[in-house]
Nanobody, 120 residues
Framework: QVQLVESGGGLVQPGGSLRLSCAAS????????MAWYRQAPGKERELVAGSSNGGSTNYADSVKGRFTFSRDNAKNTIYLQMNSLKPEDTAVYYC??????????????WGQGTQVTVSS
């Protein structure tokens, strides 16, 4: 069984910062791409930032220059440093990763989500 566990969400004032973490655990051979998505009320889930193993990082235009994605392969963990937060960043943030599993299976898993609320 593979799990992704997120942490670090919360309530922050506009202009503030938060750091999200997502740790992968369980039985898998390796992890390919890992990414952060978000879903605001009434909107579709969107990619915030992510990278394939050893590849470059992609960011949504709306977060470029404010958010920083990082990955610690030794810990199977990704982070999202969010600075200069805006009310429009309010959403549930999800971690997602594509795993290579025993038996040559490839599967994408999602975390449970963590709420980020930007409000004064």
């Amino acid at each position: 069984q593979v799990q992704l566990v997120e942490s670090g969400g919360g309530l922050v004032q506009p202009g503030g910062s938060l750091r999200l973490s997502c740790a992968a655990s369980g039985s898998f051979l390796s992890i390919n791409d890992m990414a952060w998505y978000r879903q605001a009320p009434g909107k579709e889930r969107e990619l915030v930032a992510g990278s394939s193993n050893g590849g470059s990082t992609n960011y949504a235009d709306s977060v470029k220059g404010r958010f920083t994605f990082s990955r610690d392969n030794a810990k199977n963990t990704i982070y999202l440093q969010m600075n200069s937060l805006k009310p429009e960043d309010t959403a549930v943030y999800y971690c997602s990763a594509k795993f290579y599993l025993p038996g040559l299976t490839i599967a994408r898993y999602w975390g449970q989500g963590t709420q980020v609320t930007v409000s004064s």
